[in-house]
């Protein structure tokens, strides 16, 4: 069982950064490929970024270039940085946690979600 708590949303100008974070209980999270997504109002929940044990990592194309995602396996924590933010990347943002070891960004393949944390970027 991993429990997701993400933290750091909030509202900021168009070009403008964001540093979200998420922590994660649980002494197996090393093994966990982890990935963030997002659902704005009235959208379907996409996929943002993920990353896996290794470091490797995988970007939605939306946000190639803006957005890093970075994990401490030490602190048991998983973040993404959030550069050059535009009114469309305005959303709820979900941290996730899947078994599987390929850095996947699909969402069926997330067994664990945390609550969500919003991110709202006004023009």
């Known amino acids: 069982q991993v429990q997701l708590v993400e933290s750091g949303g909030g509202l900021v100008q168009a070009g403008g950064s964001l540093r979200l974070s998420c922590a994660a209980s649980g002494r197996t999270f090393i093994r966990y490929t982890m990935g963030w997504f997002r659902q704005a109002p009235g959208k379907e929940r996409e996929s943002v970024a993920a990353?896996?044990?290794?470091?490797?990592?995988n970007y939605a194309d939306s946000v190639k270039g803006r957005f890093t995602i970075s994990r401490d396996n030490a602190k048991n924590t998983v973040s993404l940085q959030m550069n050059s933010l535009k009114p469309e990347d305005t959303a709820v943002y979900f941290c996730?946690?899947?078994?599987?070891?390929?850095?996947?960004?699909?969402?069926?393949?997330?067994?664990?979600w945390g609550q969500g944390t919003q991110v709202t970027v006004s023009s």
């Open positions: 990353i896996n044990w290794t470091g490797g990592t």
């Open positions: 996730a946690a899947s078994s599987r070891t390929a850095v996947t960004l699909i969402a069926l393949h997330y067994e664990y």
